[in-house]
């Protein structure tokens, strides 16, 4: 009697099924993952394609408007002495900029492939011409020179990092932290340097709070400018540096001069007017000490410490002095500040 050969053909169907699926199933999970890693490639090309859109340029707001500026432009020249200290620490170059009124041991001074234009009283714009920049920061020293460099450079963008400070702008304390605030976010921008603008401004905040809670509230302060072995009255509110500073910290100033102004050297008043007002704290900006060329420099201290008319002081007496970095003249940067403020702080608290 013959055994039916159905069973054996059902087994090998069976097996042949089983390997067309396996072999279906692995083509589909081939061309599953072939798929996703190109729909990965696209989108993160496509997110490269945007970031890199979005990075050309950007719009910042200077004193004088809304300015188009390159992001991380190629060649930029540099004339505001608040932006050089931050301009180095994130390793920008630069093509140009007024050596002789940056501090001595600023990289860009050292550099001899940037080119110096001189200080502000006698400048060589053309120089910024030739360097044929995308970008040009103006401030302070140089913004008087404005629109003479817009028609130099047509092609390149001119932004004006200046703030008004004065007593007769009103709110010198607000105008100069929040100027200063406000052109390292632009630089930050621009440099694509948002994070460490942050950085810096977060602790410019916490300098100035620390600051102000070392102050008492009541001790009388004084601050000078030393110059060419003189001392010159720095008025509240208008005076160069520590002007701004009575309002923000909320000082109580040990003499008030009629008609005061921000000149660099300061108020000529006598050291005898200074003496009679006694106040409790002084704080000394050297203005010498921060120009290597000054023949008739003498260290603020030594003029300080050298007038008999300021010995019975309490300032003196007590060595209640704060001196601001030898730098500062020809350094305003955010950094100083910190620094400045860090030291009052203190000073105060003690």
């Known amino acids: 009697m013959r055994k039916s050969i159905l069973p054996k053909f059902t087994v090998l169907a069976a097996v042949f099924a089983l390997t067309l699926t396996g072999c279906a199933s692995q083509s589909n999970n081939t061309a599953s993952t072939e798929a996703g890693t190109q729909a990965k490639e696209a989108a993160e090309s496509t997110a490269a394609e945007t970031t890199t859109a979005k ?207 921000s000149d660099h050297q300061g108020d000529d008043i006598s050291v005898e007017a200074i003496a009679q007002s006694n106040p409790d704290w002084i704080f000394v900006l050297d203005r010498d000490a921060a120009i290597s060329s000054a023949e008739d420099a003498v260290p603020a201290q030594d003029v300080i410490n050298n007038s008999p008319a300021l010995q019975n002081t309490t300032a003196v007496s007590k060595g209640q002095i704060v001196y601001a970095p030898n730098d500062t003249y020809t350094n305003e940067s955010i950094q100083t500040y910190i620094e400045l403020f860090d030291n009052l702080a203190g000073s105060l608290a003690k």
């Open 55 to 261: 990075a050309t340029t950007v719009e910042v707001t200077d004193i004088h408007g809304t300015v188009t500026v390159p992001v991380n432009p190629k060649t930029v020249v540099a004339l505001d002495n608040r932006t050089f200290e931050t301009l180095s620490d994130w390793g920008i170059k630069l093509a140009a900029v007024p050596k002789g009124v940056m501090p001595a041991d600023s990289p860009y001074v050292a550099d001899s492939e940037v080119q110096d234009i001189g200080n502000h009283s006698e400048p060589n714009l053309e120089i910024i011409a030739a360097a044929d920049p995308e970008l040009v920061i103006v401030g302070q020293r140089f913004s008087r020179y404005y629109e003479d460099i817009k028609k130099l450079v047509p092609n390149a963008a001119v932004v004006d990092l200046s703030f008004e400070i004065s007593k007769e702008a009103g709110k010198s304390g607000d105008s100069f932290v929040n100027g200063l605030k406000d052109s390292t976010v632009t630089l930050g921008k621009i440099f694509d340097k948002e994070e460490e603008a942050e950085k810096l401004t977060a602790d410019f905040d916490q300098a100035i709070e620390k600051a102000k809670s070392a102050y008492n509230g009541t001790d009388k302060v004084m601050s000078v400018v030393v110059s060419g072995g003189e001392i010159g009255f720095s008025a509240p509110l208008s005076g160069r540096v520590w002007g701004p500073m009575y309002e923000v910290f909320g000082w109580k100033s040990a003499l008030e001069v009629e008609g005061a102004t």
